[in-house]
Nanobody
Framework: QVQLVESGGGLVQPGGSLTLSCAASGSFFFVNAMGWYRQAPGKQREWVAGSTSGGGRNYADSVKGRFTISRDNGKNTVWLQMNDLKPEDTAVYYC???????????????WGQGIQVTVSS
């Protein structure tokens, strides 16, 4: 019913930049919060940044000042601009969205398939 498709990952040198994008598609009523998580090898998945439908934005301390989250509500798309990337940013990045399928349903979480970001010289 809801698909989240991520793009934009890859290999980048330390200090470089990448922009991830995630588009929600399918049959649904409303997309509420959208955000990004990441999971490095051997570590638990961690929250990176979030964006509410009203324009609020929040960041994990580890990425504050380097990453910027933005979204287009009309396109149900969220981006993550990542600057000054560090080797410790290497991880699989996941898009997450809180979606209401119809007017009477509650919000449920949906996830993208994940996209690899590797920061290495």
């Amino acid at each position: 019913q809801v698909q989240l498709v991520e793009s934009g990952g890859g290999l980048v040198q330390p200090g470089g930049s990448l922009t991830l994008s995630c588009a929600a598609s399918g049959s649904f009523f409303f997309v509420n919060a959208m955000g990004w998580y990441r999971q490095a090898p051997g570590k638990q998945r961690e929250w990176v940044a979030g964006s509410t439908s009203g324009g609020g934005r929040n960041y994990a301390d580890s990425v504050k000042g380097r990453f910027t989250i933005s979204r287009d509500n009309g396109k149900n798309t969220v981006w993550l601009q990542m600057n000054d990337l560090k080797p410790e940013d290497t991880a699989v990045y996941y898009c997450q969205a809180g979606v209401r399928l119809d007017l009477r349903s509650s919000t449920s979480d949906y996830w993208g398939q994940g996209i690899q970001v590797t920061v290495s010289s």
